[in-house]
Nanobody, 122 residues
Framework: VQLVESGGGWVQSGGSLRLSCSASRLSLNSYTIGWFRQSPGKGREGVASIREGVVGTTYADSVKGRFTISRDNAKNTVYLQMNNLEPEDTAVYYC????????????????WGRGTQVVVSA
């Protein structure tokens, strides 16, 4: 089972990107999905999460009001819409899946993607 992230790229400060997280052989609507990011010299941090079934999302304080996590169950895809991007958002973004909400909040999902690079220039 593997998660695949896409949608990363280069954008100027203030711009937008939409990241996608999809999977083969895994029905994402049965799992809590988290988006995480890691920039050079920093540890991996949680960005946003969305619970399976129940309507519930979380966001890091640094992205509240700018990022939105959502699901499209028909496409088996979870999105991260990122608006008003800042240079500090530059990082490799990963999605992770787990059936345990706590593991997502702890940054320990049992299934990870390989990441997609986001670069925001000033």
């Amino acid at each position: 089972v593997q998660l695949v992230e896409s949608g990363g790229g280069w954008v100027q400060s203030g711009g937008s990107l939409r990241l996608s997280c999809s999977a083969s052989r895994l029905s994402l609507n049965s799992y809590t999905i988290g988006w995480f990011r890691q920039s050079p010299g920093k540890g991996r941090e949680g960005v946003a999460s969305i619970r399976e079934g129940v309507v519930g999302t979380t966001y890091a304080d640094s992205v509240k009001g700018r990022f939105t996590i959502s699901r499209d169950n028909a496409k088996n895809t979870v999105y991260l819409q990122m608006n008003n991007l800042e240079p500090e958002d530059t990082a490799v973004y990963y999605c992770g899946a787990d059936d345990n909400w706590g593991r997502i909040l702890a940054g320990l999902p049992r299934t990870w993607g390989r990441g997609t690079q986001v670069v925001v220039s000033a």
